[in-house]
């Protein structure tokens, strides 16, 4: 099992470009979550899905969109990239709210 | 305002000491989870709790959920410098059409040899 996988590892952005970050799992886990963290802080909930063809906002929305399409993907759109999204992005899942949340690697984003 | 917050935010010890981390909030929680993240990698879980006063051990850590499930603790014995981390409660909070796995505001723990 690959459990979650997000790409890229790293990114670059200029002011204003948009960008996708993709989130895969293979445990066909329902819930799945996006956050942002900065350095050494915890964790803020940018969107999440509880099922496919369903998302809710979290604390930290604006700026950001999600789809589900399918239970294995739940990527992240940022639209014009601003330097307050630089961050690091976890996607995670689980079986259940109350479950094991499983997360992936992170991806680094810088926008200058 | 973050709806689980953790104190204290920042903590540097020496390889032996003893330690307490406190996660608080004003509303209920069903359970309240623990996780440890270390650089460059997503958080792991630790434990769950989910009765009100339970304590659960593991190793030396030792996790108490409150009676009244507002609030949790996580208190290391003999710190060792592998405990060194950034140390996450997080809990399912319902302020929607669903739940959602929301995230305490970190303790980043330093354990010097």
Redesign the interface.
């Known amino acids: 099992n690959a459990g979650v996988t997000q790409t890229p590892k790293f990114r670059i952005l200029k002011i204003g470009q948009s960008m996708t970050l993709q989130c895969t799992q293979d445990m066909n886990h329902n819930y799945m979550y996006w956050y942002r963290q900065d350095p050494g802080m915890g964790l803020k909930l940018i969107y999440y899905s509880v099922g496919a063809g369903i998302t809710d906002k979290g604390e930290v929305p604006n700026g950001y969109n999600v789809s589900r399409s399918t239970t294995e993907d739940f990527p992240l759109r940022l639209e014009l990239a601003a330097p307050s999204q630089t961050s690091v992005y976890f996607c995670a899942s689980s079986y259940s709210l109350q479950g094991k949340a499983f997360f992936g690697q992170g991806t680094r984003l810088t926008v200058v | 305002t973050?709806l689980?917050e953790?104190s204290p935010q920042?903590l540097s010890i020496q390889e032996g000491e003893n330690l307490t981390v406190y996660c608080n909030s004003s509303s209920v929680f069903?359970?309240l989870?623990w996780?440890r993240q270390e650089p460059?990698?997503?958080?792991?879980?630790l434990v769950?709790v989910?009765t009100g006063g339970e304590v659960k051990k593991l190793k030396r850590l030792t996790f108490q959920f409150g009676d009244a499930r507002k609030d949790s603790s996580l208190h290391i014995t003999a710190a060792q410098p592998g405990d060194t981390g950034?140390y996450?409660c997080?809990g399912?909070f319902s302020g929607?059409?669903?739940?959602?796995?929301?995230?305490?505001?970190?303790t980043?723990l330093a354990v010097q040899p």
């Open positions: 973050q689980l953790q920042f069903s359970s989870q996780y460059g990698e997503g958080p792991v879980l769950t989910v950034l996450l997080a399912p929607g059409a669903t739940n959602k796995l929301i995230f305490g505001t970190g980043l």
